[in-house]
């Protein structure tokens, strides 16, 4: 197949890799530093999965260079989708598939303003992955899994053949009957997953080591999925147990992307994950004090590093009056 990802940082790169690996012809749009390393020294994947390899690839940051392709993996930041949308038209032909491979819940209805409601697939990716510098891609968790389908439900001729290019990589997919349904179970576990690991600032195995970590998990995705039920979708009566058996079964020292993003002082998914639990609960009338302590607290940090003020009082003289220190600009955010 003929392949374009969109967004080649961790879940982008480390598909794009695998999948090129096997032999598909795969182009990666990038920016920066990391699309500079992938055109000079190719693009590294690190995995316990998938194995460590280094392997040349078509790398560029203007879709007109690749031109019409069968597959587009969309793989960007929540925050992002509107302008790489733009992005995806020269990659479109008649037959062309997007397949969005993103946190949050309503990738695919974003998407379709822009590509068309017949173009689209649902599409959900369990892997943890990150640039850890330019060009390099490391697999930290995750069974680097991805589930597919029709967003009406089931599976199509299109979708057994992404299938099979997929398996085909040793990828380990799945053509799900709801994708709807799988869309919002990640959801639930993500939000459980990600927003725990970034308010502690610790990896999954320590919070879950203790009685009251693992209530804040499950309540958490217990929200999440309550917000579902209320938006319609029929999750079962044992997804929010699933998700929690899945947060257990991760490697100890796992966080989720909310808190590398976090540390990493870059902007973060917390409107598309905790943030819109709280809004959809406000307008369902759902009771999410978890989900709402998640986000209030990350929210500061939500665009990006806040200045540090508590090295930066050292700097005050204290000798002085708080009426004799000069005041500056109150920011309303404060």
Not at 320 to 330: A, C, H, K, N, Y
Request: charged share 15%.
């Amino acid at each position: 197949m003929r392949i374009a990802v969109i967004g080649a940082g961790g879940t982008g790169g480390y598909f794009g890799g695998v999948l090129a690996r096997a032999g598909n012809d795969v182009s990666l749009l990038a920016r920066g530093a990391h699309l500079e390393t992938l055109r000079s020294r190719g693009l590294t994947v690190k995995s316990g999965l998938a194995g460590d390899f280094t392997l040349p690839v078509q790398a560029t940051d203007n879709p007109h260079e690749i031109g019409p392709v069968d597959l587009v993996m969309f793989c960007v930041k929540g925050y992002d989708t509107d302008a790489a949308a733009e992005l995806i038209q020269p990659l479109m032909a008649s037959e062309t598939v997007v397949l969005p491979l993103q946190n949050g819940i309503d990738a695919a209805e974003r998407l379709t303003p822009f590509v068309g409601k017949d173009h689209v697939l649902g599409g959900v990716a369990f892997i943890t992955a990150s640039i850890t510098e330019p060009g390099t891609i490391r697999q930290t968790g995750g069974a680097g899994k991805i589930l597919l389908g029709e967003m009406e439900g089931g599976g199509s001729l299109r979708t057994r053949r992404i299938l099979q290019t997929l398996q085909s990589a040793g990828i380990p997919a799945q053509v799900h009957d709801n994708i709807q349904i799988a869309i919002w179970e990640k959801f639930v576990f993500i939000c459980g997953f990600g927003g725990v690991t970034a308010l502690t600032r610790l990896p999954i195995g320590p919070v879950l080591a203790s009685p009251e970590g693992c209530e804040l998990t499950k309540g958490v995705m217990k929200e999440a999925a309550l917000v579902a039920q209320a938006s319609g979708v029929p999750l079962t009566d044992d997804a929010v147990k699933r998700c929690f058996a899945l947060a257990q079964s991760f490697e100890p020292w796992a966080r989720g992307s909310l808190y590398h993003d976090l540390a990493a002082g870059r902007r973060m998914e917390l409107d598309v994950l905790n943030g819109t639990v709280v809004r959809l609960a406000g307008l369902y009338g759902v009771s999410v004090p978890f989900n709402f302590v998640v986000y209030a607290a990350l929210q500061p940090y939500a665009q990006g590093a806040v200045p540090d003020f508590v090295n930066a009082s050292a700097d005050v003289d204290h000798s002085r009056t708080p009426s004799e220190r000069p005041v500056g600009p109150i920011s309303p955010s404060l």
